[in-house]
Nanobody, 121 residues
Framework: QVQLVEVGGGLVQAGGSLTLSCVATGLDFSAYGVGWFRQAPGRERENVAYLSTTGMTLVTNSVLGRFTISRDNTKNTVSLEMISLKSEDTAVYYC???????????????WGQGTQVTVSS
């Protein structure tokens, strides 16, 4: 059974750091480009970072220079290192594998529970 589990969230002061991990079971995660997404209360889900199967990374402008996405294929895990956190980074963070092409959906229909990141100012 394919499952994505996000861990590593927590409460941190502004300027602090956290590293999130997305652990995949039931599949070879290295075969997929993987994105980290976040959703704050009352806001739409936002893609903050993406890592392709070839190692290409993309991050949204608001986290450029602060968030780094990486993968460890030996652990079937994709991580998101976050530094210099701001209150506006507060959200529930999720991972999934987007299908190629804008609006094409995701390979995994079931999203994980996500992990809450709360940044206090």
């Amino acid at each position: 059974q394919v499952q994505l589990v996000e861990v590593g969230g927590g409460l941190v002061q502004a300027g602090g750091s956290l590293t999130l991990s997305c652990v995949a079971t039931g599949l070879d995660f290295s075969a997929y480009g993987v994105g980290w997404f976040r959703q704050a209360p009352g806001r739409e889900r936002e893609n903050v970072a993406y890592l392709s199967t070839t190692g290409m990374t993309l991050v949204t402008n608001s986290v450029l220079g602060r968030f780094t996405i990486s993968r460890d294929n030996t652990k079937n895990t994709v991580s998101l290192e976050m530094i210099s956190l701001k209150s506006e980074d507060t959200a529930v963070y999720y991972c999934n594998a987007p299908r190629p092409g804008s609006g094409s959906g995701f390979y995994f229909a079931s999203w994980g529970q996500g992990t809450q990141v709360t940044v206090s100012s």
